[in-house]
């Protein structure tokens, strides 16, 4: 499970975590304390306001399934080349599974771990959360053998709130350290959705926030 930071926190004392607003937690333990989430950063483990944070609970995570159950999911018809989820390993447990329907069958990537910086990754490339790792893949191919880039399910009973892809409409520079600069035209995976006005987004390998005015669905 994972978090996102709505405001900015700076740890008072050794037990605590600082994060700045916009930072992505993996939340370790929701139920810690009534005020307080565990939670890791860039390797790092502590605790963190409970009312600062907002749970990312995206449809893509399905938890307990085995490799057969998720390739029926996804071999579906209705499901594009790139219909994907993520789920818990069958082998090592608090370790994820990346299921890809490829074009007459269905691929499993295991999500493997920088235990020491808190680091996921498929192959070099290293991203902070699950979230940023399938904002990557969203854009970019998953493997060099075939051009098969990351795509909700079709006939997922929860969907996202929101379109996964964004095009830049216009340029936009970063009014706040937070924000996300890019550039007309730029087409931006989406992670996070803050109201009517905000996006939060991931593009050219960095995230922030970026408003929901200056895109439109790709």
């Not at 060099?144 to 880039?149: G, L, N």
Request: proline share 4%; aromatic share 14%; net charge neutral.
């Amino acid at each position: 499970m994972e978090a996102i930071a709505n405001y900015k926190f700076t740890a008072r004392f050794d037990d605590e975590l600082s994060v700045d607003r916009g930072d992505i937690v993996k939340v370790l333990d929701k139920e810690f304390d009534r005020f307080w989430y565990k939670a890791e950063m860039n390797g790092l483990v502590g605790i963190v306001p409970k009312n600062y944070f907002r749970m990312l609970e995206h449809s893509w995570y399905k938890g307990k399934l085995t490799r057969a159950e998720a390739a029926e999911i996804l071999l579906n018809p209705i499901n594009s080349i790139g219909a994907f989820l993520i789920r818990n390993s069958e082998t090592e447990p608090n370790e994820f599974s990346l299921s890809v329907k490829y074009e007459n069958d269905v691929r499993h990537f295991k999500v493997l771990r920088d235990s020491k910086r808190g680091l996921y990754y498929l192959w070099t490339n290293k991203f902070n959360s699950l979230n940023e790792l399938i904002a990557h893949y969203r854009l970019k191919i998953i493997c060099k053998q075939q051009q098969i880039f990351l795509r909700s399910m079709k006939n997922d009973s929860n969907p996202l709130p929101f379109e996964p892809l964004m095009q830049a409409k216009f340029d936009f520079e970063p009014r706040e350290k937070e924000d996300l600069e890019f550039k007309a035209d730029d087409i931006i995976a989406i992670i996070d959705r803050r109201g009517d006005d905000w996006f939060y987004g991931y593009v050219h390998g960095k995230r922030g926030f970026i408003p929901s005015a200056y895109v439109r669905p790709y």
